[in-house]
DNA sequence: ACAAAAGTGTTCCGCCTACACCCATGC
DNA sequence: GCATGGGTGTAGGCGGAACACTTTTGT
């Protein structure tokens, strides 16, 4: 943070927030994406997004973007920053820098259409990997480097509970895990990893009735942000584990 | 990233990067400090950093203030973005947002003025959490948060080495590690966890003699970037181990 | 010979995996 | 009863912590 009265070459760049919204629905990883309606990449698909204004925090930003153009209310959702990016030819319009955020929720009532009357979609991450969907901008590179750092988050922290719509059950808390990382997990011991795990989940001591089965007890989100120990992917998988998703 | 032709407030803003440079040196960790010339916060010491200029990418602008202020090559650091501060508050002038990024590296040669004559200088860590010095601006949130990460990131990937310079032997990243924790290793236990890594440490072949003792075998740094498994701060404590920096 | 630091061997214990088994529900 | 998913018990094995021990140097 230099004044350099000298060389004011300092540009005044114009920042947006981009949000990059995971979810699981359907057995799949789910990311929400907008169509554009306006020049550049116009009819193509981007992450929701827009302008920081004059004043507002960072923060605020993703928010008030979240409300606007997805209609979803931000403050049940897990929201950290990503990273921001900054390559200057990253914006046809000029020198814009974004400053990306991830979201982790639950599957959502419905994404409603935003204020502008843009679609906001549930996509599968899947097809945009393959490459079957093509991302405007360079958000192509935020949403891998969101979903890594995703799957990296789920060994280390409690943030999987995110996705789920408390009260949830155990088993609901396995499928997000099996999603994002594409394998399957040993049930008995995923359990006795996560009810160990101190402060991660508080017994509810109420219980839901699926079709068919034993009721599952149900759990709300503990007050513990970091797990320890972690959880790691490569160790308990258990036999016959498709690969869901295709890593890198 | 949304274009509202409609609602233009949308903020052009002033950019910086400030770095956080970390060494470890004299058996403490230090972070590269300069003092400010002008208003605001003059006299009093901050991270080096300036504005991005028109075009220029995150990355470079980071690289061209660490070679401008502090006379360090940057090219044999590590560097990584470590996040983006926007509060609109955050600085008198008005609305500048910055990109703080961490960076380690080996005990300088010696951190030479910048060009603009400030002194740049290596200060311990402790000195600024006992609040013996206080930074400018919100330096002190982005100094915090930046020692947690590098903490979190010896257990979980390689970095550590960084703070080498090549070659070096296992007894001193065994230090780098004790003194970033604050902790004391069992030195046995520790060599054979990182020895054991696959692609963290390549060994040269050469060894270094001390002035006492056995000559210990010199390595280099390995392709791997993440460490599994990782190296956990709460395990392998050695007993009477001193806590040298406050935590938190 | 002794001190000091590098490096190896070995025991013990805890935890984690794998899988068998029991429980509670709907049909 | 039987199928289905929830939940518990347990044996075996792997790996890590603790620490004794050996090696290689300088004085």
Sequence with gaps: MT????TRDHARVAVTVDLLIFTVRQGALHVLLIERGHAPFEGQVALPGGYVRTGEHLDAAALRELREETGIDGSRLHLEQLRTYGDPDRDPRGRVITVAYLALGPDMPAAQAGTDARHAEWTPVKAILEGRINLAFDHEVILREGLERARFQLEYTTVAAAFCTEPFTIAELRHIYEVVW???????????KVTGAHGFLIPTGKHRTQEIGRPAALYRRGPAQLLSPPLLRSSDVHRSSPNLLVLH
């Design 3 to 6: 004044e350099r009265a000298s």
């Design 182 to 192: 594409g394998l399957t997990l040993d049930a008995s011991n995923f359990r006795r």
